[in-house]
């Protein structure tokens, strides 16, 4: 049971996003933009 536990912790530690990824990310969601029509919603990438 002991190995399970530690297998565990090895595969989070790896899992952990890149800062790349991190800021495509945020920069891809501030240029994310909402425009309402016709009572509908529409997200619309502004770049």
């Given at each position: 049971?002991?190995?399970?536990?530690?297998?565990k912790k090895l595969?989070?530690s790896s899992l952990?996003?890149?800062?790349?990824?991190?800021?495509?990310?945020?920069?891809?969601s501030k240029s994310?933009?909402?425009?309402?029509?016709?009572?509908?919603?529409?997200?619309?990438?502004?770049?």
């Open positions: 049971m002991q190995k399970n536990y530690s297998k595969l989070i952990q996003p890149k800062s790349e990824t991190i800021n495509f990310l945020i920069n891809y994310l933009g909402i425009v309402k029509l016709n009572s509908k919603k529409i997200e619309i990438n502004l770049n």
